[in-house]
């Protein structure tokens, strides 16, 4: 068996250290806020000396949008894939909305930094906004270009129908799970997906 090579060993020591850094951030973030975490208290948590971690991110700013943008690309990729958008709309879009509702309403740990998010966004906008911009804005993109690639669906706007689909999937995890109100206004989620998966696709009718 061929011994591993020095510079993979390196490169595989790195990206463990990172993803320690990174998880340990998580932590430390969402138990005391972005403002109140500070360098020492990640390193200790992720159990790596400050200088390993000050070596891989400059600052909190830029380890806390690390951690954004990796999160965003997880859920991106787990919700819409790889690849275009393709099929039959009834199909793709039920699956998506499902998909959605699944990863955001049934995973913790994304609620809780949402709610940090919120939180810290009037303090940190900046910070808020690259949530928008890893994730928000290229969701939008592709469900507008997969409706605009459907012309049996006549829709006048895919851009602004994409939005009224993501902010219904986002608005209902916000009202059910991140602010806890399941119990005030229960609604089954196939109820709203089978709601916006007809509105989208008999407008044309």
């Known amino acids: 068996m061929a011994r591993p090579k020095v510079g993979d060993t390196n490169r595989s020591n790195t990206t463990d250290k990172v993803e320690k850094i990174l998880h340990g951030a ?7 806020g972005y403002a109140a975490t500070s360098m020492d208290k990640v390193a200790e948590a992720a159990g790596v000396s400050k200088a390993t971690v000050y070596s891989h991110f400059q600052d909190k700013e830029g380890l806390f949008k ?8 997880k859920r991106f990729q787990l919700i819409l894939g790889t690849q275009p958008l393709q099929g039959e709309p009834y199909i793709v879009l039920r699956r998506l909305a499902k998909t959605a509702l699944n990863q955001m309403g049934g995973d913790p740990e994304y609620q809780s930094f949402e709610r940090l998010l919120i939180g810290e966004s009037a303090r940190f906008p900046e ?3 690259i949530f928008i911009a890893s994730i ?3 969701a939008i993109e592709t469900i507008g270009k997969y409706l605009a690639s459907r012309p049996e669906l006549k829709i006048p706007d895919p851009e602004a129908t994409a939005r ?8 209902f995890v916000m009202t059910q799970e ?3 109100g399941k119990d005030i206004m229960p609604m089954e989620s196939d109820r709203l997906i089978d ?6 696709v008999n407008c044309a009718e």
């Open 26 to 32: 998580m932590q430390e973030f969402l138990a005391h």
């Open 164 to 171: 009224i689909l993501i902010g219904s999937l986002v608005h």
């Open 127 to 129: 910070l808020a906004q």
């Open 66 to 73: 690390a951690l954004i943008e990796k999160l965003a690309r």
């Open 136 to 138: 928000a804005k290229p």
């Open 178 to 180: 991140i602010m806890h």
């Open 195 to 200: 709601a916006l998966t007809y509105l989208i």
